[in-house]
């Protein structure tokens, strides 16, 4: 296993939209918001609310959904960073993206997978945000991420 500080940096969002197409459409890749493998090899997260222990990394796939159909791989792969991209400001400094091989364990309170981490893939650079940001307002401006904290503005 790759030590999760040596990984390599995906620096595009066209870079990650390859990386998922290399890997079959993305089937058993995911996106993990922390401080990287190596403060996550216990393999566990915890349920924020109740604090409950569960069996698995909570992640984002990448994998692409039947449904999306013909629809653009990049809106994909740029709506799957995006969800989540809140992370960073709740979980503290340090917490980035970056892409797993992993296999779903169970599903978490939010029915988001919950996962073994089979080999960290690589880092996501914070540009890639910049870029996942002007291709959603290309489609929808006012689209969030699923954030459930409350607004502390007025």
């Not at 540009?127 to 929808?140: C, F, G, I, K, Q």
């Amino acid at each position: 296993m790759v030590d999760g500080e040596a990984l390599p940096v995906v620096d595009s969002l066209d870079a990650l939209v390859d990386l998922v197409v290399r890997a079959g459409g993305g089937h058993d890749l995911y996106v993990r918001w922390s401080r990287g493998y190596d403060l996550d090899h216990h393999g566990t997260s915890s349920d924020e609310l109740t604090g409950v222990a569960l069996p698995g990394l909570s992640a984002n796939p990448l994998r692409v959904e039947d449904w999306w159909d013909d629809r653009p791989l990049r809106l994909w792969v740029a709506r799957r960073l995006h969800d989540y991209r809140h992370l960073r400001q709740v979980r503290g400094p340090g917490v980035r993206p970056w892409v797993a091989r992993g296999r779903e364990v169970a599903r978490g309170p939010d029915n988001e997978p919950l996962i073994e981490v089979c080999e960290p893939v690589a880092w996501i650079h914070p540009d890639v945000l910049d870029e996942v940001d002007a291709t959603l307002a290309e489609h929808r401006p006012d689209w969030g991420p699923l954030n459930r904290m409350p607004s502390t503005g007025g």
